[in-house]
């Protein structure tokens, strides 16, 4: 018998966090907020950095925790993570190289469902109704993403827009929410270039995975899944040159009122739909090459759009 203590074990859970993907979305996306606060706002540096730290552990409990667990449970159940090629995708692989046993992930991700939970509600009671908001929004777009009977992961479309997208779009514009009387034109369009660009990475992230969700039972049939049984081999980039559309037109809403702001963002998405397009779709290798090229200027569109207010 495995002992409890393994559970939590610091590799198992440097392996569930998979840092790289919190920092590179989530993090990122409050940076893209925080710096316009930090630069042309008179805000107490110790309330901003105390709401900012709490957002921090909330997006690594939430997406690096709950959303892991859950989702390598689902993969787990379905198959599709034995199956899968990945380097970067396929889950956090824990159960694969038997650091942590699927029992252990299960107690794991009941805990921190419970936690989160009475956070909510503790927040809820003393005040801090947005924080309340944020924690019930993440824990839905954790639960629905994975678990049945929602699993919006395994259709098309609906695991982004429903799931991903309130999620990122949450703690996307939580800190102007919090800090502000309102929430300013800026946060809006940096919440959603920023969270629409995270659903064009997590749909290139299952290029290298489409044999392998096909495969899973029930088959998890993502957008890429679905493109490609409509299109052929080629298809499996749809998901993500859609999505690269979709910042293309926020591109000429930000152009209109902040044009340095724009050709940023013009000019890194020029990048990266060509370096999406010239990829070749079955080499596992160069599909992780680009994946973390796409997470990189993830960072830098947050940034930029965090600087150029």
């Given at each position: 018998m495995i002992p409890a203590q393994s559970a939590f074990s610091l590799k198992g859970i440097g392996m569930l966090l998979r840092l790289v993907a919190v920092v590179f979305s989530s993090v990122a996306t409050i940076l893209s907020t925080l710096l316009p606060l930090i630069f042309y706002y008179q805000i107490s540096w110790l309330t901003l950095l105390g709401t900012t730290s709490v957002l921090l552990v909330g997006a690594i409990l939430i997406h690096g925790v709950l959303t892991h667990v859950l989702n390598d449970i689902a993969d787990h159940q379905s198959g599709t993570d034995q199956y899968s090629p990945g380097i970067l995708s396929g889950g956090s692989r824990v159960i694969q190289t038997n650091t942590m046993t699927i029992t252990m992930l299960k107690q794991l991700g009941a805990m921190m469902s419970v936690f989160l939970i009475l956070m909510a509600f503790l927040f809820t009671i003393f005040g801090y109704l947005e924080f309340a908001?944020?924690?019930?929004?993440?824990?839905?777009?954790?639960?629905?993403?994975?678990?049945?009977?929602?699993?919006?992961?395994?259709?098309?479309?609906?695991?982004?827009?429903?799931?991903?997208?309130?999620?990122?779009?949450?703690?996307?514009?939580?800190?102007?929410?919090?800090?502000?009387?309102?929430?300013?034109?800026?946060?809006?369009?940096?919440?959603?270039?920023?969270?629409?660009w995270c659903m064009a990475w997590v749909m290139f992230h299952h290029i290298p995975d489409r044999h392998a969700d096909q495969k899973a039972k029930p088959m998890k049939r993502t957008s890429v899944v679905w493109a490609v049984e409509r299109m052929g081999t080629k298809g499996a980039k749809f998901p993500v040159l859609l999505y690269f559309m979709i910042v293309g037109l926020l591109f000429i809403w930000i152009a209109c009122t902040r044009p340095i702001a724009a050709i940023g963002v013009g000019m890194i998405l020029v990048y990266a739909i060509r370096i999406v397009l010239r990829v070749n779709g079955e080499n596992v290798e160069e599909l992780t090459a680009v994946e973390k090229r796409l997470l990189c200027l993830a960072l830098a569109i947050a940034i930029w759009l965090g600087i150029f207010v």
């Amino acid at each position: 018998m495995i002992p409890a203590q393994s559970a939590f074990s610091l590799k198992g859970i440097g392996m569930l966090l998979r840092l790289v993907a919190v920092v590179f979305s989530s993090v990122a996306t409050i940076l893209s907020t925080l710096l316009p606060l930090i630069f042309y706002y008179q805000i107490s540096w110790l309330t901003l950095l105390g709401t900012t730290s709490v957002l921090l552990v909330g997006a690594i409990l939430i997406h690096g925790v709950l959303t892991h667990v859950l989702n390598d449970i689902a993969d787990h159940q379905s198959g599709t993570d034995q199956y899968s090629p990945g380097i970067l995708s396929g889950g956090s692989r824990v159960i694969q190289t038997n650091t942590m046993t699927i029992t252990m992930l299960k107690q794991l991700g009941a805990m921190m469902s419970v936690f989160l939970i009475l956070m909510a509600f503790l927040f809820t009671i003393f005040g801090y109704l947005e924080f309340a908001i944020l924690t019930l929004v993440g824990i839905w777009g954790a639960v629905s993403y994975s678990l049945k009977p929602f699993q919006f992961a395994y259709i098309p479309f609906i695991g982004e827009w429903f799931s991903l997208f309130p999620t990122m779009l949450a703690i996307a514009i939580a800190l102007p929410w919090i800090m502000l009387e309102s929430i300013p034109v800026w946060a809006w369009q940096n919440a959603l270039v920023n969270a629409v660009w995270c659903m064009a990475w997590v749909m290139f992230h299952h290029i290298p995975d489409r044999h392998a969700d096909q495969k899973a039972k029930p088959m998890k049939r993502t957008s890429v899944v679905w493109a490609v049984e409509r299109m052929g081999t080629k298809g499996a980039k749809f998901p993500v040159l859609l999505y690269f559309m979709i910042v293309g037109l926020l591109f000429i809403w930000i152009a209109c009122t902040r044009p340095i702001a724009a050709i940023g963002v013009g000019m890194i998405l020029v990048y990266a739909i060509r370096i999406v397009l010239r990829v070749n779709g079955e080499n596992v290798e160069e599909l992780t090459a680009v994946e973390k090229r796409l997470l990189c200027l993830a960072l830098a569109i947050a940034i930029w759009l965090g600087i150029f207010v």
